[in-house]
Every structure is written in structure tokens, then in C-alpha cells.
């Protein structure tokens, strides 16, 4: 296992420790000591590569998780011992053993079969759980994904311009994994690695290395379309922006593209459970319509309603999907695993969306995100792509709470202000504004609270969880205060 932030060793490393027969697994820098240690006991690690400026948190980790001490390695440039860990290369074979090294082939089915990487899920409905993606999952998945990214490109794949990328998605996520490592090596583009995300140091990376390309989610998004640092800089050189971890609306999609100087934005969709993407807007093409795209070649969707009944063209549905970028399953979790597969073994997403006669798909909502109110369901992700239609809104997040002595749900907003409009534009304000704009169901009735922030994993997907929390306190506290009264 590693813990490390995005390290020009890290590409080294999972791709060493997958050619050697190992498994790869990476550790969010974010975590504290009590999810490493989780990870750390579910990953039943056995060597724990570890980056100096996290030392203390891997210790305390691996102490809790009863990881022997000398299974520690530090990872980075100084190779000199740090808090009396030895650096990685103290375990490296020699020159002339690796000259004489016999790498083990997998024909196709042990590739099938042999677990190459264990990514950890976000666990926004409980503990991460590890996903198994196979050797072939890989191959697959990097395949898809440069074939639907070259399919509308006016050049072919043999003469396709350099690109040069930044590379400042976790690389401990899949997302940054197939882009920053696999998808960079197999179309030979040159990628500047960042160790953490600064939005003004983004900025200055594009300008300086003239990047061309970049794979992002959508909170990146949103500040390159309503942060005034954005105007500042030159990022010209950007022809091509894939968003994906989240959903990311036709407006904001629109917003930023309007900022390039002919390139675009363009979605693909996906999950860890998928290794990293199955859906994708040919690349070339210049879609505005905020679709996530067309299925990728060799994988089949369906989408079924809550009966389990498939849909119509323009129905929502949730995505249960087949292919060869579909994981193993769980990583010591049988349970999970069996609950993930429906009886035609299609992986049963949690995502809803709807299809067009073309065969295009727009992302709708998670299943398990969507409010019921008095019945009708509210996709959070409308009413938060609705919100940041507001001038004066910087970024914002709905979940349901529940009002009322029936326990009714409503949807309610936590919204971050500009600042120019702070003082100025009220709760009140904001709600009445969204009424005109949405049916009576979907209005905040569930209220509008101020933050400074939203809280977001490190791929840019919305703590819906941190925010549930948030709203029960502060209905504990209305509820205190009520009875006082």
C-alpha cells in the first residue's frame, strides 16, 4: 500500500508493483490515522510505502493495524532515512538482477482473473470498500477510453498532435490512475505531475507548460468559471477538458468552454467499480448538451426502474452494466459482491439516467441521493446545476431533510456566496429566485443555509454524508429550542 501525495515515483511504483505480480493500492492523503488503519487491516497490506511528510499518521496506522514496523518504506526523492525508516531503494534488486529478471505472463484468462489494483469506493454510504480490478480490466478500460477519445478527432490515432497534460487527480483514485499513468504512457503524452491541488498554481502550471489537455471533475469547473483568478492567466493552450467524477451540467459545461480559445469540454461517466469510465462523448466532437456520452465498445447498459423493469427511451432508469472494464468484485467482501451483480450478471450501478434515441446518456442522479418529496423524486444535482446559474453563487450542495411532524422530506441548500454579493443576497432571496425556475416539488422548502464551503472528497464528488450530519444538528438544535420555548 502507499500513502503518498501525486510523486513522479508514484506512476514507478504501480506499475512495478502490477508487472511483479503484486497488487497496487492506494491511500488517500486525506485520511486520518483511524482510516488508514482500516485500510491498512482490509488491504491485509504487506509492504507500506509511505511519503515522509505523512510518517507519523502511517505509524500510528500501522501500529493500530498490527503491521510490522520493517514493512515501512519511505517514498521520495531524498533517499536518505527519515524518523529511522529506510528509503524504497533499500529493497530495489540490483542492476544485474533486474537485467536477468523474468517477468511472469499471464495468458488470458489468469489476466482475468489476477487482481492488478484494489481501489478503495468513496464510502459515502458507509465503510470503502475495496474493488478488485483485474489485469484485464485495465487493458480494457485504457482501450475504450483512447479509442472514444480519437473517434471524431480529425487526425488518426498514428499522427496525433503531442498533447502535454497536468496530472493533479489523486493518484491513489482510478480516475487519475488510468489518465496520469496508464492512458499518458500508451499515447506517449507528456504529463506535469502535481503534488496538490492550488487553484492559482493550476492556473500558472497551464500557462507555463501550455497545457493542452486536461482530465478534471467538476468543482475544478466551477472555479475556472466564477473564480476572478481565472481572467488573470492564459490558458489558451487548452483544447480539450474530459470531466468526470461527478455530474457536471449543461450550463457550467457551456461557461467554461466559452473561456477556451476553441477547445471543449466534454463528459465521460463512470465509477471505481467500472476500473474508471464506460460511458464517453467522442472526442473531436463539440457536444453541449451536457450528455456523458455513448456506451464504450464491448460494454452493455440497460437501465431498469425500481420494479426492475427496463425503460423507454427518455425514462430514467438505474445503469446496470456489462463489460470487460467491470471489476472482480469486492475485496473480502462476498456479501457485497454478490449484492453488486443482478442475475444476468450486469453490475447494478446506483446511478440514474436517462437515453435519447442516438443512444447518448445524461446522468440524472445517484439512486440512493434522490429526495422524495410527497412522492415525486428531486435530483439534487438539478437543483445544484440551478443554483449556480445565480450570479452570485460560487458552488452548492442539496440534500433531503426532514420537516414537519410527519417527518416529511424536503430538499435544502447549502450555497456558497460570492463575495461581492455577501450581506446583500439572503436565503430568502436565493429560494424565492429558484421558485421561478423549478416545479413547486423541487422548491428549498427544506430551507437555504450559508457556508464557506462545501465539503468534497479529493475527486471533487460532494460529501452528501458531512452535509446529512450537518442538517441533524441543526434540527437537534431547532427542536431543543422549540421545546425550550
Known sequence: MILSPNHVFVPVVYLAAIAAGGIFCGCSVSFGVREVTYQLQNAAAEVFLVHPK????????????????????????????HGGK?????ILASREEARHWQWKKL?????????????YSSGTTGLPKGVRISHTNLVANVSQSIFMRDLEQPYSPSNRPRERWLGFLPLSHAYGQLWTILAAMKTQSSVYIMGQFQYVRFLQHIQTHKITHLQTAPPVLVM??????????????LRNILSGAAPLSRELQNEVTSKLNGGNVVQTWGMTEVTCSALHIPGGRDDRSGSVG??????????????????????????????PNVCQGYWRNEKATRELFDQDGFMQTGDIAVR?????????????????????QVAPAELEAALLEHDGVADAAVVGVKIGPHGDEAPRAYVVLKERVKGSLTPTILAQWLDTRVAKHKRLTGGVVFVDEVPKSPTGKILRKVIREWAAKEAQVSSSTTAKL
Do not use: M
Open 356 to 376: 435519447n434515441e442516438e443512444g447518448l446518456y445524461w446522468i440524472v442522479d445517484r439512486k440512493k441521493e434522490l429526495i422524495k418529496v410527497k412522492g415525486l
Open 107 to 119: 495468458d488470458q484468462e489468469q489476466a482475468k482473473n489476477t487482481t492488478a489494483v484494489i481501489n
Open 224 to 237: 475556472l468559471a466564477k473564480r476572478p483568478e481565472t481572467e488573470q492567466y492564459d490558458i489558451s493552450s
Open 294 to 323: 455513448y456506451i464504450d465498445p464491448n460494454c452493455e447498459i440497460k437501465l431498469l426502474d425500481d420494479a426492475g423493469v427496463e425503460v423507454g427511451v427518455g425514462e430514467r432508469g438505474e445503469i446496470h452494466i456489462r463489460g
Open 54 to 81: 505523512f510518517l507519523d499518521v502511517a505509524l500510528q496506522a500501522a501500529q493500530n493495524a498490527g503491521l510490522s514496523g520493517d514493512k515501512i518504506f519511505l517514498l521520495d526523492q531524498d533517499p536518505h532515512p
Open 86 to 90: 529506510p528509503d524504497f531503494r533499500t
